[in-house]
């Protein structure tokens, strides 16, 4: 999933890396980010990071929630290459609902 990539910044990695890392926090906060929301790259990853971080958090068995942390780290690091990654039904859950 290459769309957008002449349009990627590092800026864009290091967000949508964070926003792994500290979801679902920090995603909440990017969405409110004039200067953020908006970014095809950003976006697409900052709206599945604030799912698995919700999941993460809801998910009442604490090694559930560690696993899912560390696919979250993962997918952070994936998104700070540059790359989009496609998580198995968020992905298609966000760009149904044309969230990314």
Not at 9 to 18: E, G, N, R
Not at 65 to 94: C, D, S
Request: glycine share 8%.
């Amino acid at each position: 999933m290459s769309q957008f990539n002449s349009e990627i910044t590092s800026d864009d990695k290091l967000w949508a890396l964070l926003a792994y890392v500290f979801s679902p926090l920090l995603p909440i906060i990017i969405m409110l980010m004039e200067d953020k929301k908006n970014r095809p790259f950003l976006k697409a990853h900052n709206a599945q990071a604030l799912i698995l971080g919700i999941i993460t958090v809801v998910t009442s068995g604490f090694c559930v929630g560690i696993l899912v942390w560390f696919y979250q780290l993962y997918l952070g690091y994936k998104a700070y290459q540059g790359e989009y990654v496609e998580v198995p039904v968020i992905t298609n859950f966000v760009k149904g609902q044309g969230w990314a």
